[in-house]
């Protein structure tokens, strides 16, 4: 029996008190960190709140939350031109201070402020999926691993590896050309072009990410095609198409989570089957001679790759490349699939593209030629994911304490998350048809604020990767295929985690084109 100040106290009664007291001293202990929260950022303007623990969080869900569009343009109407306020909240467990912003002034300000604002915050899933790779590592100056990193993988998306990647990209898109012919046959058939895109941009980085020839589109053929795969291998590129989903999944868990929470034994059984799953694809690469070698490829390419004799090790190049692995292919995947709708949604737009395409031999085309061949079609591209941004905020951290907009101080280790969504909605930027479709806004260039890929040191490494796949494949599948939509059908709702998709598919009517 356990004895308080001398007096014997009966084991219940221990229990009964800390049963009492432990939420007790939680809520005080998030009552007390709120209203700091509250009188901090006292002098900056934000939207009423309603209460002040969880209030931030509620308000990021009504603006970052699962149907973004209309809390957007609700915002809009409610908070009038000061829409985009610094919406400070706090966020339970990190304990952090955070503010929320899509006011362009301030974006500004943090993009000039370039020492201050260059790493992203600890805490998120990355940490701990894939703790070694970019999307995880802290830019601590030039020597860190992160710098070394940038340097090492950014040389694989120069002209000489695009120039590698093209023949394996236009392999998988007469893939995706087969498969779609079999599934429509004839007249018009209703596709989920973002299953299709989803498989197809892994099958391209399957390839020249992890060097085997991936064969994940075939697995949407009709069971009976006499191409049809084996269930072994359905299962073997299914088994790398689960794996990546579940890594995606996972990741988006952690962020925010107690660390423990990963060991549920459920969770945690699956996640060492995706480790299993994929490591084994990796040391597929890198150890084995069964793979061919001869398709130029990202793993073998890090593998050789060195500054003044410093390699990544196994481990490092484990997760850089599964850091590609996620941040390249449903982005890609997800934003021409917007674009696709848009396409099917406009019929012009779809007749300028087809007059663009028609004249090109695109089964045989470099990727390095893409821009200049397809300047429309680019445009589009670029249209539909300002309307879509495909990732819907960029995160980042205060490295010191700092005054933002003149006035607002903002404590060191602070979280700014800027809404790119709302960025992209600004009319003071875009003009009044904000909402609408119209790539030949980006005839002129796009303005300082159209940030779909980040920004400063940090912005996506594989933006020109992702425009020239994404722009191939729409060109390439407007060449082969006419897009409608059923007359009437509802607009597909958007789902956002990491990646913004559309949570039922996006199903378009298609048809073979004569050649
Ligand atoms: C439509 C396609 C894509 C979009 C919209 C996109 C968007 C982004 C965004 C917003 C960031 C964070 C930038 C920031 O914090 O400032 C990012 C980072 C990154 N992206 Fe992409 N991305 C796309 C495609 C790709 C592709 C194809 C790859 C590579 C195969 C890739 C690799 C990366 C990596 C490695 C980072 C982390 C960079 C770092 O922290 O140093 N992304 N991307």
Same mark, same amino acid.
């Given at each position: ?19 009492? #007291? ?90 000039? &402020? ?106 949407? #053929? ?57 490591? &084994? ?235």
């Amino acid at each position: 029996m356990p004895s308080i100040g001398g007096v014997d106290v009966p084991n219940w009664c221990v229990a009964a008190g800390a049963a009492v #007291l432990t939420p007790a001293a939680v809520y005080a202990y998030l009552l007390r960190q709120g209203r700091a929260r509250q009188a901090f950022f006292a002098d900056t303007p934000q939207p009423k709140e309603p209460g002040p623990i969880f209030a931030g969080i509620v308000e990021l869900e009504k603006i970052q939350g699962q149907r973004p569009i209309e809390p957007v343009k609700k915002h809009f109407k409610d908070l009038g031109l000061t829409w985009g306020v610094r919406l400070p909240v706090w966020l339970f467990p990190n304990m952090e201070f955070m503010l929320f912003t899509a006011d362009p002034a301030i974006i500004g300000e943090i993009q000039s &402020k370039k020492d201050l604002f260059h790493s992203r915050p600890s805490g998120t899933g990355f940490d701990t999926t894939m703790p070694k790779g970019l999307l995880a590592l802290r830019n601590t100056g030039p020597q860190s691993s992160w710098a070394l990193h940038r340097r090492l993988v950014a040389p694989l998306f120069s002209d000489k590896f695009l120039e590698g990647y093209s023949s394996q990209v236009s392999e998988k898109a007469d893939m995706l050309r087969f498969v779609l012919n079999a599934n429509i046959q004839e007249g018009e058939v209703e596709c989920d072009i973002q299953n299709y895109m989803k498989f197809v941009t892994l099958d391209v980085i399957g390839s020249i990410g992890f060097g085997f020839n991936s064969k994940a589109t075939m697995t949407l #053929l009709p069971e009976q095609h006499p191409k049809a795969l084996s269930k072994a291998e359905t299962e073997r590129e299914l088994s790398f198409s689960d794996a990546g989903e579940l890594l995606l999944f996972e990741t988006q868990r952690r962020t925010g989570e107690p660390s423990f929470a990963k060991y549920w034994p459920p969770r945690y059984m699956r996640w060492l089957s995706v480790q299993k799953v994929l490591g &084994k694809r990796i040391d597929e690469v890198l150890e084995s001679g069964t793979v061919d070698n001869s398709r130029l490829n990202m793993l073998k390419a890090l593998q050789d790759a060195h500054e003044e004799g410093r390699k990544m090790s196994k481990a490092e190049l484990r997760d850089e490349i599964l850091t590609l692995l996620m941040a390249g292919h449903e982005t890609t995947g997800y934003t021409t699939s917007w674009a696709l709708l848009e396409v099917a949604r406009n019929p012009e737009v779809q007749e300028k593209i087809l007059a663009e395409a028609s004249t090109l031999d695109l089964d045989n085309m470099q990727l390095t030629h893409v821009q200049g061949s397809l300047p429309y079609t680019w445009m589009v591209w670029q249209e539909a994911l300002r309307l879509r941004p495909t990732v819907i905020g960029h995160v980042r951290q205060a490295e010191a304490d700092v005054t933002l907009g003149g006035k607002y101080s903002i404590p060191r280790g602070t979280l700014l998350v800027i809404s790119q969504l709302m960025l992209a909605h600004n009319e003071d930027t875009w003009g009044s048809d904000v909402m609408d479709f119209r790539p030949e806004r980006m005839e002129k260039g796009y303005p300082d604020m159209y940030l779909p890929f980040g920004f400063g040191g940090r912005a996506c490494i594989g933006k020109r990767l992702a425009y020239v796949e994404g722009v191939y494949l729409l060109a390439f599948i407007v060449k082969n295929f006419n897009l409608r939509i059923q007359e009437g059908s509802p607009a597909p709702t958007p789902k956002v985690s990491i990646t913004q998709s559309s949570e039922d598919g996006i199903n378009l009517l298609m048809s073979k084109r004569r050649q």
